[in-house]
């Protein structure tokens, strides 16, 4: 079973950045698809960020040119680099892992609270 551990969440002006970082208790490479997927107050999750073997990434039209994802499989890492951080961008974040078919396996971390001041 795999585990997933995200951590950097925090208190931001905006404006800010925040690196989001999501440690995995094993290999990622096994992954063919990892993300970052946010919850705010009232609302249902929403993927932010996507980043699938052989596809490349893909982001959030809000989020778009101010986040970027990457992954090391080296360190068994995901990362969300976030800047200029809005007070919209308050929620709780969650690292998302998929294991490709026929498995589809899907990990969630337990979420890293990210809150924004305007």
């Known amino acids: 079973q795999v585990q997933l551990v995200e951590s950097g969440g925090g208190l931001v002006q905006a404006g800010g950045s925040l690196r989001l970082s999501c440690a995995s208790s094993?290999?990622?490479?096994?992954?063919?698809?990892m993300g970052w997927y946010r919850q705010a107050p009232g609302k249902q999750r929403e993927v932010v960020a996507l980043?699938?073997?052989?596809?490349?990434?893909t982001y959030a039209d809000s989020v778009k040119g101010r986040f970027t994802i990457s992954r090391d499989d080296a360190k068994n890492m995901l990362y969300l680099q976030m800047n200029s951080l809005k007070d919209e961008d308050t929620a709780v974040y969650y690292c998302?892992?998929?294991?490709?078919?026929?498995?589809?396996?899907?990990?969630w971390g337990q979420g890293t609270q990210v809150t924004v001041s305007a």
């Open positions: 998302n892992a998929v294991l490709p078919p026929p498995y589809g396996d899907n990990y």
């Open positions: 980043i699938i073997r052989g596809r490349g990434t």
């Open positions: 094993g290999s990622i490479s096994r992954f063919n698809a």
